[in-house]
C-alpha cells in the first residue's frame, strides 16, 4: 500500500491539503490499520504572521509580513500554473459553432505524479516507520523538537470517512487557537473543557495557558491519538504549569465514565474539579451532523445548568456549503440548524440558568499558517446561573451529567 484509497465518503481536511512542497511521512498505522502522519505546526512569531503588516490588525511589522504575502502570492501561482488555469493548455476559448452551440474544450487531466513540488493532491507514503531505526535515534530527534518552543507536533489521519473525522486536523481548530493565543488574558489560570477535541491541538494550545484542560472527545482509538499529541506536546504545557488530561465525553451518553478500569475514564476528583470549576467550554469545528449538534446542545445545557458560577463557551465554526437536491440550491444546512440551537438555548426560561448568544469578530492575530476564509466563525454563549433553585455546589446534581432539562425545554427533542 503506497496510496490512501479515496471512497464516496472519504472526507480530507484542507488542512492537509494543498501544502506545497510538503512531503508526508507515514509514521505508523493505528491499530485500525489507517496510516498514522505527523505533522509539525509553527506558532508565528508577530513578524511572521499573516496578518504581521496588515494596518486593521496592530502594530505594522517591519519586513516579514510582506515577504510572506509574496511567498504566498507565488506559491498560489504557482499552485495555479500547476493545475494549468494561467497560460495552459486549458485556456483555449469557448466557441459558437454554426447551430449556436457552445463548445467547451475540457483542459486535459493532469498527471499529477509529474513535475510538480507536490506529487498527488492525496498524500503520498513515502516511508514507513524503519523498524531497523535505533529507539535512541527517534528519541534524539524528539529532544531536539523539544527545544523548540514554537513547534506543535500532532499525529494525524488523513482522508478519514465521516465517522474518524476527529483524526484529521481541521481549519477550526486553528481559528479557536488563534482566538486563545490573542486573548490569553481570558484563559490564565481557568479550567477548561475542550468538547470533540480530535487530536487535541486546540486543547494543546490552551494548556499552553490555562492551570486544568479537559481535553475531550469519543472513541478509545482517537482518543489514544490525543494522548499522543499532549504526550509530544508535554514540554509546551508543563513549561506553562498547564495540566492537559485526556477524558472520554460522549454528547450522546448521559453520565461520565467513572470506572477506574476503563481508559479515559474520570475519577470522582475530576467530575468534581470538571463540574466546581469549569469556568471556559471550547469546541472546534464540531458543528456537521444535526443530531450531534443536539447531543452537543444538551451537553452544554446538562454542564452549564449544573454549574453554580457562570461559564464562557466557544465554539468556531466553518460554513461548508453544498449543493443540495432538497433545496436545489447551495445551503449550509448544518449551520442553520446550529443557528436555531443558539436560538433556542437564548430564549430557554428554565429557573436555573440564562444564556446569552454573540458571534465574535474574527478579526484577531493569526498565529498559524492557515487560510482564514470568510467561513470561519467563532461564536460565544455566555450561561448564568439564575439566583433562585440553584444546587448548592458539590450537591449530587452537580457531580454528575446526568441533569436532564425539564420537559418544557425543548432542545432535547427539537433542536
Ligand atoms: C470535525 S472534528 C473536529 C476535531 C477538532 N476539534 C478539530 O477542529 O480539529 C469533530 C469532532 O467531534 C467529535 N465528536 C463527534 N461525535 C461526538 C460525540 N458524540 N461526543 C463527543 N465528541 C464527538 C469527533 O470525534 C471529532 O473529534
Redesign the pocket.
Known amino acids: 500500500m503506497d496510496r490512501i484509497t479515496f471512497h464516496h465518503d472519504t472526507v480530507l481536511?484542507d488542512m492537509h491539503m494543498l501544502l506545497p512542497n510538503a512531503r508526508h511521512l507515514m509514521t505508523r498505522l493505528n491499530s485500525v490499520g489507517q496510516p498514522v502522519f505527523i505533522s509539525k505546526f509553527k506558532i508565528l512569531s508577530v513578524g511572521e504572521r499573516p496578518d504581521g503588516d496588515d494596518p486593521d490588525k496592530g502594530v505594522p511589522e517591519a519586513g516579514g509580513g510582506h515577504k510572506r504575502k509574496e511567498e504566498d502570492k507565488k506559491v498560489r501561482k504557482d499552485i495555479q500554473s500547476q493545475d494549468g488555469e494561467e497560460g495552459g493548455e486549458g485556456d483555449e476559448e469557448p466557441f459558437l459553432d454554426e447551430d449556436g452551440d457552445l463548445h467547451i474544450t475540457h483542459r486535459p487531466r493532469r498527471n499529477f505524479t509529474e513535475g510538480s513540488g507536490r506529487d498527488l493532491v492525496c498524500p503520498i507514503i513515502l516511508q514507513q516507520a524503519d523498524p531497523e531505526r535505533e529507539p535512541e535515534e527517534e528519541q534524539s530527534e524528539d529532544e531536539e523538537d523539544q527545544a523548540f518552543h514554537d513547534i506543535l507536533k500532532i499525529e494525524h489521519t488523513m482522508a478519514t470517512t465521516l465517522e474518524d473525522?476527529?483524526?484529521?486536523?481541521?481549519?477550526?481548530?486553528f481559528f479557536?487557537a488563534d482566538f486563545i493565543l490573542s486573548s490569553a488574558d481570558l484563559f490564565r489560570g481557568a479550567t477548561v473543557l475542550?468538547?470533540?477535541?480530535?487530536?487535541g491541538?486546540?486543547s494543546i494550545v490552551v494548556a499552553t495557558i490555562c492551570k486544568t484542560t479537559f481535553c475531550?472527545?469519543?472513541?478509545e482509538d482517537?482518543l489514544s491519538m490525543c494522548k499522543k499529541n499532549v504526550t509530544l506536546n508535554r514540554h509546551l504545557t508543563e513549561a506553562a504549569g498547564g495540566d492537559a488530561r485526556v477524558r472520554q465525553?460522549?454528547?450522546?451518553q448521559y453520565d461520565l465514565c467513572t470506572d477506574a478500569d476503563v481508559e479515559f475514564s474520570w475519577t470522582e476528583e475530576e467530575v468534581e474539579d470538571l463540574y466546581s470549576n469549569t469556568e471556559i467550554i471550547i469546541?472546534?469545528?464540531?458543528i456537521?451532523?444535526d443530531d450531534?449538534t443536539d447531543?452537543?446542545f444538551r451537553?452544554l445545557y446538562r454542564l452549564c445548568s449544573s454549574f453554580s458560577h457562570s461559564c464562557s463557551i466557544f465554539i468556531?465554526i466553518e460554513r461548508r456549503m453544498n449543493f443540495t437536491l432538497r433545496n436545489m440550491d447551495v445551503s449550509c444546512d448544518a449551520y442553520k440548524h446550529f443557528s436555531r440551537c443558539l436560538s433556542q438555548l437564548q430564549a430557554l426560561q428554565d429557573g436555573r440558568c440564562s444564556f446569552t448568544v454573540e458571534r465574535l469578530p474574527a478579526d484577531f492575530s493569526q498565529f498559524f499558517l492557515y487560510e482564514r476564509i470568510e467561513q470561519l466563525e467563532l461564536w460565544k454563549v455566555t450561561s448564568t446561573p439564575l439566583p433562585s433553585e440553584r444546587p448548592p455546589p458539590g450537591s449530587a446534581c452537580c457531580s454528575s451529567v446526568n441533569n436532564e432539562p425539564p420537559p418544557h425545554v425543548t432542545i432535547q427533542s427539537s433542536c
Open positions: 481536511s473525522v476527529g483524526k484529521q486536523v481541521w481549519r477550526g481548530a479557536l475542550e468538547l470533540g477535541a480530535g487530536t491541538l486546540t475531550t472527545d469519543v472513541g482517537l465525553l460522549d454528547w450522546l469546541a472546534a469545528d464540531v456537521y451532523d450531534l447531543g452537543l451537553t468556531s
